[in-house]
């Protein structure tokens, strides 16, 4: 089966400064991945996904994710992060059988001023 | 084009009562999805039909779980008799068939107390 991990529960990042929230995956075939994001009391909104091409996608709200087969990953990130970006940023990889998304656990982004 | 409509937004009922849950998917999706997302984490699917026929319901607790898709169209999921670990959110999502993208609904937050 298809699956996604995302190791970091947490991620603390001062504003202004980069951040990287990860994801590694694990498939067989060819991987269809996606980033959402989830504000407090709100659904999931789609980021970004990858499905063939170029390895570095550009994304919603400033965000971009890094496909690397070789590391099996597929990292988030952003430049510059603003107090905003903090959520609950989740990973997913859709299943070659039933096309079903198989997200991972989340990790929750904290922005500090 | 309108999203994923779910009704109700809230619920609160105690253990061992009964609960249902009503997703409408975008028009012209054929597999539509329910998921349960517990607070913090990533969603879980529950079970994923295609049409009206059921595709995987793998992880769906079926001593307490059922779901239907008449007509291929809207679909309901219920919990009977619901349980304290069964408080989470329940997302309905929809796509067409082998597509690359998921729209979801805005969620149903169930509490049981």
């Known amino acids: 089966a298809q699956s996604v991990a995302q190791p970091e529960d947490q991620v603390n990042v001062a504003e202004g400064n980069p951040l990287t929230v990860k994801c590694t995956y694990s498939v067989s075939g060819n991987p269809y991945l996606f980033w959402y994001v989830q504000y407090p009391n709100r659904g999931l909104q789609f980021l970004l996904k990858?499905?063939?091409?170029?390895?570095l996608v550009k994304g919603s709200y400033g965000f971009e994710a890094e496909f690397n087969k070789s590391q099996t990953s597929f990292h988030l990130k952003k430049p510059s992060a603003l107090v905003s970006d903090s959520a609950l940023y989740v990973c997913?990889?859709?299943?070659?059988?039933?096309?079903?998304?198989?997200f991972g656990k989340g990790t929750s982004l904290l922005v500090t001023p | 084009e309108a999203g994923v409509a779910q009704s109700p937004r809230y619920k609160i009922i105690e253990k061992r009562q009964s609960v249902a849950f009503w997703c409408n998917p975008i028009s012209g999706h054929a597999t539509l999805y329910w998921y349960q997302q517990i607070l913090g984490q990533g969603p879980k699917l529950l079970i994923q039909f295609q049409n009206n026929g059921v595709v995987d319901d793998s992880q769906l607790p079926k001593d307490r779980f059922s779901a239907e898709r008449l007509k291929g169209v809207d679909s309901t999921l219920k919990i009977q008799p619901a349980k304290l670990e069964d408080s989470a959110v329940y997302l309905c999502a929809s796509s067409t068939i082998r597509v690359s993208g998921y729209t979801f609904g805005s969620g149903t937050r169930l509490t049981v107390v």
């Open positions: 997913a990889v859709r299943d070659n059988s039933g096309y079903a998304l198989n």
């Open positions: 990858y499905i063939t091409g170029d390895n």
